[in-house]
């Protein structure tokens, strides 16, 4: 796994090229990172549209598990997905949306490997530039910002579905317009998609207003365990709490559904940092972790073999949860 910081490294976007081989490309196979959020599915699916639209093959897809999260079933353009298992061993052209490194494809990572041609789409500081063409910047809110600069580039006209797709990429990772990230580039991609024919009430309705009820026993077992180490992060506070396989098996809800605890615990004002810890289907902890004004948790979450940004980031842990926060606090407590 690449994860160390020595072997990071980012380049800047080579459009022009990107643009030279995808108008040479009959087929186009797309993926992005496993357990997709909005951004790498929304941004996957909104290219996927615009190939399509332009008379190109695509196949797009994601590694396992192949489940489409409750929350993105609205997303337009889904029906151009197909299982990982269909996927060419070896593209003649490749694209990979949301993923700081290879590893994040999972099982797509062989053919990523394999591919004549790999053009990553990705905003995080920490990508490793392991495609041949790297469209990679940090300072783009998400890589939706990406996606419509290269269909912009690419000469297709914004449909309705391909700016849906875009749009929630760009709400998610922007915090519904609140993060740092929340430039005035932000803004006016937001007005170029709404004028495409975004509903933007409908959309965020999708991503955040609404779960089954058995969410709020899932949610209230999340937030009733939640505990504050004020001394952690050199006094700045640390929050943490779990949402077990338990608390999900009981209201039959999927890993998806506790995405969204982490925007609850991550309130505290007594700590910097915040941490749920989210055990998915094998037993293995999936950490999302959050910082305010000036933590860097996505170095301390590659140091522990994950990744992401400065103020959002995770990573995965097999073993006990006190582990995972006792392995945290420490990088965390060294930075
Ligand atoms: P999440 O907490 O799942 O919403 O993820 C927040 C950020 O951390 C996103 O940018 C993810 O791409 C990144 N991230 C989460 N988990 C991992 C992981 N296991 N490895 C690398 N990056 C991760
Ligand atoms: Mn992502
Ligand atoms: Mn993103």
Request: glycine share 10%.
């Amino acid at each position: 796994m690449v994860t160390t910081r020595a072997m990071m490294m980012t380049t800047s976007p080579d459009w022009a090229r990107a643009v030279a081989i995808l108008d040479g490309a009959e087929h186009v196979c797309l993926a992005c990172h496993i357990r997709p959020d909005a951004d790498a599915l929304g941004s996957m699916v909104a290219v996927a549209s615009a190939l399509r639209d332009r008379g190109q093959g695509v196949v797009a897809s994601f590694g396992d598990p192949f489940v489409v999260p409750a929350i993105l079933t609205f997303l337009p353009g889904l029906e151009l997905l197909s299982p990982p298992d269909r996927f060419p061993a070896r593209p003649d052209v490749m694209m990979s949306f949301d993923a700081s490194n290879v590893d994040r494809l999972g099982g797509l990572a062989r053919s990523a490997g394999a591919a004549a041609e790999l053009i990553v789409v990705d905003h995080h500081a920490t990508n490793t530039g392991f495609g041949s063409v790297n469209l990679v910047d940090p300072a783009a809110a998400a890589t939706a910002v990406l996606a419509a600069e290269l269909i912009s580039r690419l000469g297709v006209p914004l449909s309705r579905e391909i700016a849906v797709g875009l749009y929630a990429g760009l709400v998610t990772d922007t915090g519904s317009f609140r993060f740092a990230a929340t430039t005035p580039t932000v803004h006016e991609l937001a007005a170029q998609l709404l004028r495409a024919g975004v509903d933007p009430a409908a959309v965020c309705r999708e991503l955040y207003d609404r779960a089954p009820f058995g969410y709020l026993g899932m949610l209230a077992a999340a937030l009733g365990r939640a505990q504050l180490d004020p001394a952690a992060v050199g006094g700045r506070g640390l929050v943490w709490t779990t949402v077990t396989r338990a608390d999900r098996e009981r209201a039959e809800l999927a890993l998806d559904a506790a995405e969204s605890v982490i925007d609850e615990v991550r309130r505290t004002d007594d700590a910097e940092v915040a941490v749920v810890l989210k055990e998915d289907d094998q037993g293995v902890w999936q950490v999302s972790v959050r910082s305010k004004d000036v933590v860097d948790v996505g170095e301390a979450c590659t140091e522990l073999g994950g990744g992401g940004h400065a103020r959002a980031a995770g990573f995965s842990h097999t073993g006990r949860a006190g582990e995972a926060i006792a392995a945290l606090k420490g990088v965390l407590d060294r930075a």
